[in-house]
């Protein structure tokens, strides 16, 4: 029940068309901290646009997406953002964002929203290990100063690469790929590379995560996640609309 007493992620009345098209129409849900949420539906029901909306790939034509991270926001916390033109604000106990008024790598980047799609989208030449590592690049480009630190090889960016590749490596034996670690990505089994993804997903801290049809279509699958980082899958769908091509 903490989807009601400590929501992370907050829909309200999401609405999304294209044109004369109304993919999503009047959706509500909210996502509660360390849960996991699944969004349940048919092909073409509007789910793919749902995640599209929350991770920024479309502006929804409608609704409100409230996040708050590392801590509880009230509704008189969310009603005073947007009544502000602000896209987020710090509240006594974290940070509250509101997605829709937000370009998609800010999504990312400051509200730390991860996913991963329903298509793999590896890297598929590099390694399973510089996988991981690309996912972490925000913290190394800035202890590389933007490469020059990097190139002089300062401590700290020494610190923060052996910081990077200890991550990669925990999740790599999470997902019980630690023996695959210097293998092309590519030459990995469709399962492999599924959990390659996700750990992929969480190495960048996200929260929270969105996986897309993590489990897969054709086989089953071990997702391993975090404790503290709640996951929405694609539960409770309400007024989702017709069509989804996303």
């Known amino acids: 029940m903490r989807w009601r007493t400590d929501p992370l992620l907050v829909v309200e009345h999401l609405t999304m068309r294209f044109g004369g098209l109304v993919a999503v129409n009047d959706l509500s849900f909210d996502v509660g901290r360390g849960d996991i949420t699944a969004l349940i539906g048919p092909n073409g029901a509007g789910k793919t646009t749902v995640f599209n909306c929350i991770t920024g790939f479309y502006k929804p034509t409608e609704g409100r997406l409230a996040l708050a991270r590392e801590g509880r926001a009230t509704r008189e916390d969310v009603a005073a953002l947007t009544q502000s033109p602000t896209r987020n604000k710090r509240f006594a106990e974290g940070d509250l964002y509101l997605l829709e008024r937000m370009p998609d790598f800010e999504i990312s980047w400051k509200a730390r929203v991860a996913r991963t799609f329903q298509n793999i989208r590896l890297f598929q030449g590099m390694t399973v290990l510089e996988n991981l590592l690309v996912a972490q690049h925000n913290p190394l480009m800035a202890a590389s100063g933007m490469t020059v630190l990097g190139l002089l090889g300062a401590a700290t960016y020494r610190n923060a690469e052996k910081a990077a590749i200890d991550k990669a490596k925990a999740w790599l034996e999470k997902i019980d790929l ?69």
Do not use: N
């Open 178 to 246: 630690m023996d695959r670690a210097d293998d092309p990505a590519g030459e990995l089994p469709y399962g492999a590379q599924r959990r390659l993804e996700i750990a992929r997903a969480m190495c960048t801290d996200p929260d929270p995560a969105l996986p897309r049809r993590a489990g897969g279509r054709s086989q089953p699958e071990r997702v391993a996640r975090p404790k503290q980082s709640p996951a929405l899958h694609p539960r409770r769908p309400r007024h989702v609309g017709p069509a989804d091509r996303a």
